[in-house]
């Protein structure tokens, strides 16, 4: 009883530990959701078994449990956990490091160096991890939420496995609600509804998830929120988008997979997407003049000028209304006929004219202007196109020693089924 009034006793914190320490796994069996690397053929668990714990990358959201993995990894394998983040650390810190798992590994025990945000170490700093991986000093496990073969080091992703870790589903969420139901002792506050909204607002994130239970834990007991009143008690969470990073190019590329499959639903969800993640509509007005170029060229003539027009549309009207026309835009495009037909010989055209640029055109076709020139035989020959019958003269216009390439190959569809017929009536003439 005396400490309760000694003035220099250290205060005692009653308060309970946080839902996601109390929930915080305590063995690899225990986790929620990586099944496919914790599961009796995963590449986690294949490693346990064979007692050969090697540097791994972690890959991946949020929320999904890297951290814990880590630990887990440590406590499996009776190695000391050290664990640092790439944002508040740099080389001082790193070798201090370095040299104390030096001092450990002569006692016979192992280190696991845990680094969260490996991506943001320089490359340098990578570098400095390399001799201690290799002689056995740590085993790296670095978390990372950026593709690894962009970030990191050759050098370092050649001495580990790179392991990716997948956002937690509707599923796995749900189990993770009903232990915290378990743990605690007492059900969520919220109606069916409720709950599966909870759910979603997680949006795979398990630690997300954990803080707004905690939140709804909170409320007065007793009572039932439903879900009309849950909008009211939390914010939604902003969807997972970085501008400038891996998730920007992954929502792009289905946007524009989906316009090039003709599916209207699928490209205006992630048009959507991007527009929510907060994306410049100025960049996608681009984007997707670019499919109309790229994936419909003269299938469709008209594609291109509609994008332009709601291009500029969006520049008159500004958010929210303008962004009407670039999904305008996007059905359009969806729908329309496919042809990469002009794509495709640009391409080879490219190709080849960096094989022959630096060939003369032939002569027939160079104008002369001097004297001279028509001496040399520039323009002799020439056929005016016009003053032959059909308009259409059939000579070579590649230069003289250059095989006549074939480069535009007109589908048939949309409109390019008319070039095409075009194109097969000059060919047959230029063969007589």
Known sequence: MADLFDNNAEPKDTRPAPLADQLRPRKLDEVIGQQHLLGTDGALRVMLESGNLSSVIFWGPPGVGKTTLAKLLADETEMEFVQISAIFSGMPELRKLFE???????????TLL?????????????????????????????????????????????????????????????????????????????SADAREAVLDMADGDGRALLNTLEQCYSWKPGKQVKLA???????????????????????????????????????????????????DPRYLARRITRMAVEDIGLADPQAQELCLQAWQTYERLGSPEGELALVQAVIYLALAPKSNASYMAFKEGMKHARKTGSLSPPKHILNAPTQMMKDQGYGAAYEYDHDTEDGFSGQNYFPDDVARGVYYLPVERGFERELKKRVDYFAKKRRK
């Open 114 to 190: 845990f680094v969260d945000e490996i991506h943001r170490f320089n490359k340098a700093q990578q570098d400095g991890f390399l001799p201690y991986m290799e002689d056995g000093t740590i085993v790296l496990v670095g978390a990372t939420t950026e593709n690894p073969s962009f970030e990191l080091n050759a050098a370092v992703l050649s001495r580990a496995q790179v392991l990716v870790l997948e956002r937690l589903s509707l599923t796995d969420l749900e189990l993770m609600a009903q232990r915290a139901e378990t743990v605690l002792q007492r059900p969520l506050p919220l």
């Open 100 to 110: 104390a798992a030096k001092l450990r590994r002569q006692t016979g025990r192992g």
């Open 229 to 279: 009143e849950l909008s009211k008690r939390l914010s939604k969470r902003a969807p997972k988008y970085d501008k400038s990073g891996e998730e920007h190019y992954n929502l792009i590329s289905a946007l524009h997979k989906s316009v090039r499959g003709s599916d209207p639903d699928a490209a205006v969800y992630w048009l959507c997407r991007m527009f929510t993640g907060g994306e």
